[in-house]
């Protein structure tokens, strides 16, 4: 982190600079000005001034508060009661390491149940047919130019897809360790709704919001093996995300662009541009929900417009906004992992089963003999879903695995599974235990010191085939 000045050391410097952006805003408009900003920084980061550290974000609510829905209850009383789960929740472990030492402090493990309920409300209030949500947590990155393909796969284990599709892959470390889970976008320059590039097509890489530090200091620090051939920015600031998920998915974007969104005119992992209404976004094919699904960017300045659009034409299909927990406990009935949860530099692709997004045979890409040397090996465990019969606390994450008698793994994330009506968790286990010939009962996950009885499940509670997702 920079030490920053605590005071205006040139008050005038300062007066010209701001006066010098508001002339550019006045005469030439806002996008010259964000150009001129973005060029001033990126100069900056690459002469050894870092950008200052902010606490806050750049983000507005992308719904304002005169259209937000009404609350479905007693606020007064909700919070009320809030406080007396997390009160008891409290006693609970307090009561329970009393009795039995060693068990630690996850209040956070019970005050699940806290958050159960709202998280309820979003998933049935978006209704097991169709809903809306914001989707600026993912962030995204640009690698234009001639030779940004050559990066890609250099950087990617997965094959960089064509133009006009989207590919998932992981990212490893010289140890053939993850480091990163994105989904990349192949873009033709014709179509792409961001300034000019270099070349014929140009990429958009989409990560996790929680790690974009992470991975710019990593994109940045393999940009010298491309000898200044390609350029790489963040676009956090620059452009916002919305989708929409559910039965009904496709005949809401239908209403908004002439173009055919047909299952066969517009696939499972395709993207185009699209004008929606008068909102020109990239529209990608592709959901987290595990249903029918489309991703939206457009400029962050147009989210909100979008945002009305989508809603206006959800209005008559009784699409409901759902949020980022609601999600959480979408992907538990797909049995999704997550980043920094089920994704971490301690495991390798084999063991967190991604194992048909590595191609050892595209070539090489870093990582990709450590890889090869650990597949040879074969993995010590494997990440897999449980079911676990709870009584009121739902696993957290980092709760012990039982089988018999012996802890076997552990818990990297859980939580309740709405659609499937069933409490999830999600963890590591020795490989003997993992393969669809051993059984898949005998498991316990130890929640707030008690032994739960769990069950291994070989495919996903929702949709197993992956049916609706691609249909």
Not at 92 to 111: E, L, P
Not at 380 to 390: G, H, M, P, T
Request: with cysteine.
């Amino acid at each position: 982190m920079n030490d920053i000045p605590t005071h205006d050391v040139d008050p005038q410097e300062t007066q010209e600079w701001i006066e010098a952006i508001e002339a550019v805003i006045e005469r030439d408009g806002v996008e010259r000005a964000h150009y001129l900003l973005r060029n001033l920084v990126e100069r900056a980061v690459t002469s050894g001034a870092e950008s200052p550290y902010l606490a806050t974000t750049p983000y507005i609510n992308t719904i304002p508060a005169s259209a937000e829905l009404s609350y479905p209850g007693d606020e007064n009383i909700e919070r009320r009661i809030r406080r007396i789960i997390r009160w008891n929740a409290a006693m609970m472990v307090s009561r329970a390491n009393k009795r039995h030492g060693g068990i630690g402090g996850h209040i956070s493990t019970y005050a699940s149940a806290a958050s159960l309920y709202e998280i309820g409300f979003h998933h049935f209030f978006r209704g097991k047919e169709q809903g809306a949500g914001d989707l600026v947590y993912f962030q995204g990155h640009a690698s234009p130019g001639i030779y940004a393909r050559a990066f890609l796969e250099r950087t990617m284990a997965n094959r960089i897809p064509e133009p006009g599709r989207m590919a998932l892959t992981p990212m490893l470390n010289h140890q053939g360790m993850l480091i990163g889970d994105f989904t990349v976008a192949t873009i033709s320059t014709t179509t792409d709704p961001t300034n000019g590039s270099e070349g014929p097509e140009r990429f958009l890489v989409f990560g996790s919001g929680a790690a974009e530090g992470h991975h710019e200091r990593w994109f940045r620090s393999q940009l010298p093996h491309t000898g200044d051939r390609v350029a790489y920015r963040p676009l956090a600031h620059e452009m916002a995300g919305l989708s929409i998920s559910g039965p009904a998915a496709r005949q809401v974007l239908a209403s908004l662009t002439d173009m055919d969104v047909s299952n066969d005119s517009f696939r499972f992992l395709d993207v185009r541009r699209m004008d929606l209404g008068m909102v020109p976004a990239l529209v990608a094919r592709i959901s987290f929900t595990g249903d029918l699904g489309y991703e939206f960017w457009v400029p962050a300045s147009l989210q909100q417009r979008l945002f009305q659009l989508l809603t206006e034409a959800g209005e008559p299909h009784g699409m409901r906004l759902f949020g980022l927990r609601a999600l959480d406990s979408m992907r538990f009935d797909k049995g999704f992992g997550a980043w920094a949860s089920e994704y971490r530099p301690v495991y390798t692709p084999w063991e967190a089963r991604m194992d048909r997004f590595v191609k050892l045979d595209k070539g090489d890409f870093i990582g990709r003999e450590a890889a090869a040397a650990s597949l040879a090996a074969g993995p010590e465990r494997r990440l897999c879903l449980l079911d676990v019969d709870v009584d009121g606390a739902d696993a957290l994450g980092d709760e012990p695995i039982w089988h018999d008698g012996e802890v076997v793994g552990w818990v990297t994330s859980g939580g309740y599974a709405h659609w499937s009506e069933v409490s999830c968790a999600l963890g590591y286990l020795p490989v003997a235990l993992t393969g669809t010939d051993s059984p898949s009962t005998g498991f316990e996950v130890e929640v707030l010191g008690v032994r739960r009885a769990a069950t291994r499940l070989d495919e996903p509670l929702f949709d197993p085939s992956g049916w609706r997702m691609r249909s």
